[in-house]
């Protein structure tokens, strides 16, 4: 089975279209949150994410924007555009966020992988050092799990002699690339297929990932997309300036 993996779209329907547009062959998607948030599209994400069908767990932003946490959890900038996403969206987009799932779920046929938005021990936890991600290889008995929440590409590892982080190395950071990485036997992995609306990681190109089950490799994905007009749908929409801004130098 190939399983397409988004996360962390965040309303940017520019970066969404690229990476399918740019996906190679896949059986199904699984979305690991935070569909909205951040981005003046949340309404075109939102439909865009149930036409594709799949799998999903909530994010933390799509629980602020569907009310069913407090937004006093949030930065300013980040309350700010879930209140203004919330006004944003549709009656029955708002009702499909608040039915989100909460993680970590499995998809039938993959019985050693599961897949959540934060942490496989809080579906809210930052995973972004080694040390973050100790707790969960070591207390959860699922081989792979498969998170978002970071904004960052790459993985955690049990094994000592792959230094207990990758993170995917490519050739430029203006076309799209690819890095292929076969999970060991025997190993527990935490695997972030990156952000595709919002990523942190210093790269600005929507990041996203593809795991082949039977060959056991993930394949990491950047492409770039529509920057200019994704930054100006945010000015346009009167959202705070800087949520356009960080989208170029990919923080």
């Known amino acids: 089975m190939r399983v397409l993996l988004l996360s962390d779209i965040h309303s940017n329907i520019e970066a969404l279209e690229a990476c399918l547009s740019a996906a ?3 059986d199904l998607v699984m979305n690991l949150g935070d569909v909205v948030g951040y981005g003046a599209n949340p309404n075109e994400a939102v439909q865009r994410s149930r036409e594709l069908g799949g799998y999903i767990v909530r ?5 602020a924007v569907a009310g069913l946490i407090d937004l006093g959890e949030f930065n300013p900038l980040a309350g700010m555009a879930a209140l203004w996403t919330r006004n944003k969206l549709t009656a029955e987009n708002l009702q ?6 909460q993680g970590p779920i499995q998809i039938p046929g993959l019985s050693d992988t599961q897949f959540v938005h934060g942490s496989p021990v809080d579906e809210d936890q930052y995973l972004v050092t080694s040390i973050d991600a100790l707790e969960s290889l070591l207390a959860v008995p699922m081989p792979v799990t498969f998170f978002g929440h970071s904004h960052v590409q790459g993985a955690f590892s049990s094994n000592p002699a ?3 982080s990758l993170r995917p190395i490519y050739a430029s950071v203006g076309r799209a690339e690819s890095v292929d990485w076969a999970l060991e036997e025997g190993t527990h992995y935490l695997v972030n297929p990156g952000s595709v609306g919002q990523p942190r990681d210093g790269d600005w190109r929507a990041g996203f990932a593809i795991f082949d089950s039977q060959t056991k490799t993930v394949k990491f994905l950047r492409v770039p997309y529509d920057l200019k007009t994704a930054q100006e749908r945010i000015v346009a929409a009167n959202l705070p300036p ?5 989208l170029a130098i990919g923080r």
């Open 242 to 246: 800087r949520l356009a801004t960080r």
């Open 24 to 26: 190679p062959a896949y």
């Open 59 to 63: 994010g933390n932003h799509d629980k």
């Open 96 to 101: 499909w966020l608040r039915q989100l799932p």
């Open 162 to 164: 792959e230094n207990g």
